[in-house]
């Protein structure tokens, strides 16, 4: 009896251990089963944000191409695959390529505005005006295109504004510069925005520091709501602006009022 129990026993113990490896063994499977659905849900979404980050081809109606913002951003929306139309007022100032449509015109002209603007996904205006401006043509350009984006059913309106003027550019440009020489400019500037805040469109405005040349290789840029003030004031390279205006093509775009700083001391 004795013997029979023990080898009983032995049995019972036998069964127990390859119970516990077979249930390790299902453990392992299932864990691995699991480690694999993780990867290739994790995959899947990599290559859904990848996606997403890519924006779709547009066309895209750019104002002020020819300006020291406008020729920068120009070749980045071509290298994005998108379709672009300018407006100049000269001949010859932006050249005709499979992907570009330049058209002569004034921005002050609404005519001209509205037939340039019909059939755009997307406005974009870098226009700026020397700091001797003493006139409208900012705002008046803003009007006419915001005017022939409603009545065309386009949307979606990107325009730097000049209302950083005078705000932590430097004490220079913000105590002496701006309240004088720069005066006008900065209140075109104001009346820009102003109408793009009260257009009901989908819109964002881009407010660069005092502006500066090609960026520094390796260097980014900040983009936020507001930026705390330093002692000799922000910049902004204007390259990086024209990368910021072509990002916010994407889907996940931002929206409202933006600063964009290079740097600052």
């Known amino acids: 009896m004795n013997q029979a129990a023990t080898n009983q026993a032995a049995t019972n113990q036998a069964a127990t251990n390859q119970a516990a490896t077979n249930q390790a063994a299902t453990n392992q499977a299932a864990m691995n089963q699991a480690a694999m659905n993780q990867a290739a849900t994790n995959q899947a979404a990599t290559n859904q944000a990848a996606t997403n980050q890519a924006p779709r081809p547009m066309k895209v109606l750019l104002l002020g191409a020819t300006g020291g913002i406008g020729r920068l951003t120009l070749p ?64 008046t350009g803003i009007r006419h295109t915001i005017a022939a984006m409603g009545a065309a059913g386009v949307s979606r309106l990107i325009a730097v504004s000049g209302n950083g003027l005078g705000i932590n550019g430097g004490p220079f440009v913000d105590r002496l510069l701006t309240p004088t020489v720069l005066r006008h400019v900065k209140a075109d500037a104001e009346l820009q925005e102003s109408r793009i805040v009260a257009s009901g469109l989908d819109w964002t405005i881009v ?29 902004t390279h204007r ?22 700083a290079s740097g600052g001391r």
């Open 76 to 139: 980045r929306l071509l290298a994005d695959g998108h379709r672009v139309t300018t407006l100049s007022r000269r001949q010859g100032a932006v050249r005709s390529g499979p992907a570009v449509s330049p058209v002569i015109g004034d921005i002050t002209d609404p005519e001209v505005v509205a037939s340039v603007v019909a059939g755009q996904d997307c406005v974009i205006s870098t226009v700026g005006v020397p700091t001797s401006s003493t006139g409208r043509t900012v705002s």
């Open 207 to 235: 407010r660069p520091f005092r502006l500066a040349g090609s960026a520094p290789r390796g260097r980014g840029y900040h983009v936020a709501g507001s930026f705390p003030r330093t002692v000799f004031g922000r910049w």
């Open 239 to 260: 390259d990086d602006v024209a990368k910021y205006l072509v990002a916010q093509l994407s889907e996940h775009a931002h929206r409202g009022v933006l600063w964009i």
